[in-house]
């Protein structure tokens, strides 16, 4: 049986390929973005387009100056400290409700998504797109879907960090990633909401000093 498509409207679709292109790099950051020829691209009229580049201006992506137009927002790598902080207060919060509220089962699925991504630990964007998953399997199992969206929105902007300024050190810590992961479900089953606090805190600690470290030296 095939799978039924969710319905997007055209709105949503110029959003999610504006999106994609923006987080991939194929839009560079600081490049203008023209309606008319957006619409062209996308086979779809200015309208969607428009609204799309509102709401990516309001998630960060995308500057609209009046009489000006609009342009990919630039990258700035002093955001590293306010992604990892932004990513650890959301990862406190689901990570707290997730070892009072994962059911056994769903437990041993997440252990079995962390064994896949033991495989990925060489291929760096797979590794990351998995990482996205399994936050957002956190996120779901927890019940905290406020929590789930915004961190939709920080990882992506730490996405586009990674690909612009740390893919390097990314491709160097990813091991060690998947080892502080791996303590992150061992703390989710104690069930014990203050040693997932604390096993978290530690993670993203561990990994802002890399980066940030990083970006210091070079």
């Not at 990892?84 to 990862?91: D, G, I, T």
């Not at 879907?145 to 992506?156: F, I, N, S, T, Y």
């Not at 061992?186 to 000093?209: G, K």
Request: with cysteine.
């Amino acid at each position: 049986m095939q799978s039924v498509k969710p319905f997007r409207s055209k709105k949503e679709f110029a959003y999610d390929a504006l999106r994609d292109t923006i987080l991939e790099g194929q839009l560079e950051p600081g490049a203008r973005l023209v309606i008319d020829e957006l619409a062209a691209d996308l086979g779809v009229s200015p309208i969607p387009v428009r609204e799309a580049l509102q709401q990516l201006q309001a998630d960060g992506f995308v500057i609209i100056e009046p009489y000006v137009g609009a342009r990919v927002a630039e990258i700035d790598a002093s955001l590293v400290r306010e992604v990892f902080e932004l990513m650890e207060a959301l990862e406190v919060i689901s990570g707290r409700a997730a070892c009072l509220h994962m059911s056994d089962d769903s437990l041993i699925e997440m252990e079995n998504h962390l064994r896949a991504m033991d495989a990925l630990v060489t291929d760096s964007d797979r590794f990351s797109q998995e990482n996205a998953h399994l936050h957002q399997f956190i996120c779901e199992r927890a019940g905290t879907p406020l929590v789930a969206r915004l961190m939709d929105k920080v990882l992506a902007h730490w996405d586009r960090l990674r690909r612009h300024y740390l893919q390097d050190v990314f491709e160097h810590r990813v091991s060690d990633a998947q080892q502080e992961h791996w303590r992150v479900f061992e703390a989710l089953r104690t069930r014990d909401p203050d040693h997932v606090e604390q096993v978290i805190r530690q993670h993203n600690e561990t990994a802002r000093a890399a980066y940030t470290d990083y970006l210091e030296k070079t």
